[in-house]
């Protein structure tokens, strides 16, 4: 599906996105969060979700905790149909602009080693590897490459 970056809306997440957003994790991870642990995040002020919007449908999500002004990313997900035109980087930049705004001057998340469409992502907006945490990852096993953008 081809979208153009303009149509894109993006915006904090509510809970009528819960079950799309629910239902992009369950496509795209071998441990997806359940709608429940989403509804938990929402009564959490030091948590901060984005959904990009396009043509009315949650197209991906990504989100932000705020750990002693040090920005946690998580969940960073776009739907297999949408990928590859800019939704996460546009999602990311924006939760990004929206953290250095609430006074987080450093970001930090973790990735699968193999995943290389991840960590382009995260290196074009400045992201570097400061180490790799060995068998961090289950479904299948694998070491994660910790991330910092400060
Ligand atoms: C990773 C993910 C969020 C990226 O979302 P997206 O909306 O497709 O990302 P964007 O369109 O903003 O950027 C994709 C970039 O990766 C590049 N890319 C795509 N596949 C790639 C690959 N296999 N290897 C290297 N780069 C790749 C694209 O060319 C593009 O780079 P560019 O902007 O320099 O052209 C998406 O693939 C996804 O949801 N994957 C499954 C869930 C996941 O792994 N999340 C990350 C957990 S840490």
Known sequence: M?????EIE???????????????????????WS?????DLLSRNYCYYLVAIVDGEVAGCAGLTDICNEGNIDNV????????????TALLKELISRGES???????LEVRVSNEAA?????NLGFVS???R?????????????????
Do not use: C
């Open 35 to 39: 709608p429940n642990d989403f509804r």
């Open 134 to 150: 060995p068998r961090f990852y289950e479904k299948p096993i694998e070491d994660a490459m910790i991330m910092w953008r400060r």
């Open 10 to 32: 993006i915006r904090e997440l509510q809970d009528t996105d819960i079950e799309a957003v629910s239902a992009i994790e369950a496509a795209s991870f071998s441990m997806p």
């Open 130 to 132: 400061e180490g790799i």
């Open 102 to 108: 609430r006074g987080i001057n450093a970001f930090t």
């Open 77 to 88: 997900v776009v739907a297999e149909k949408f990928r590859g035109q800019g939704i996460a």
């Open 2 to 6: 081809t979208i153009n970056i303009e």
């Open 119 to 123: 960590i382009h992502v995260y290196e």
